[in-house]
């Protein structure tokens, strides 16, 4: 990639991270954190992978995914397998606003 593409793409991250942090957050409220003693935040299973997905998906699309999306197995930092999962984006972007690019 050259450099322009990833200034652009970093320029993008930086402008969607705060609503991506809005939308998971309000995904993960009422989830159990990750049930790992070795689990470095409180996070719930799931939470980063998702983190990273809409992120990516907003700077590619630049506009919200909609429906049910699967978000892919994974594994956490220390190689234990972590499970597939289904977000319904409808349900959890709510009244979430894009800002503008």
Known sequence: MDRAKNEEIDRLEALFLPVVEEIVER???GKPPK???A???DKP???FRLTNYLL???VRHQ???EGAHRMPEGRDRFGTFEPGFVVNFDAV???SVLPKV
């Open 63 to 65: 506009e919200f995914p």
């Open 45 to 47: 299973s799931g939470y």
């Open 35 to 37: 049930p790992s003693p």
């Open 27 to 29: 995904w993960a409220e």
């Open 56 to 58: 990516d998906y907003l």
């Open 39 to 41: 689990a470095t935040s």
């Open 93 to 95: 972007i709510g009244d």
